[in-house]
């Protein structure tokens, strides 16, 4: 349950099925760190352990329209961002600086590939 001082923290990334990295490794950080998580979703995969074999790219469109539904819920107390791709981390910079978000602590932990 989310009270108004639980601390919001928004996690930018890509869907792991099998819940081993992404935005579902981070909802198991969130949890035992007793914080609310927004996941947001950049690219979904399917993937094994070692290899990703598919990767679908969420729109520009659809990942700002994610964050704005996100603060609906409150101001981020952080922000972490994994898998982007280039548009995506152009325009999630613009959005987040039109909002006055852009002094939100940001923790960035790209990836490159599976592994």
């Known amino acids: 349950m989310m009270t108004q001082t639980t601390p919001i923290l928004w996690a930018i990334g890509g869907h792991d099925n099998t819940g081993r990295a992404g935005v579902s490794a981070d909802a198991q950080v969130a949890q035992a760190l007793s914080v609310h998580l927004c996941p947001i979703v950049t690219?979904?995969?399917?993937?094994?352990?070692?290899?990703?074999?598919?990767l679908s790219e969420i729109s520009v469109e659809h990942l700002i329209e994610q964050c704005a539904s996100a603060l609906a819920l409150g101001t981020p107390s952080a922000i972490k961002v994994g898998a982007i791709t280039g548009p995506q981390m152009r325009a999630l910079a613009h959005w987040l600086h039109a909002k006055g978000l852009d002094h939100t602590p940001l923790i960035w932990d790209p990836i490159t590939h599976s592994s």
């Open 43 to 54: 690219i979904v995969t399917a993937q094994t352990d070692n290899t990703a074999r598919i």
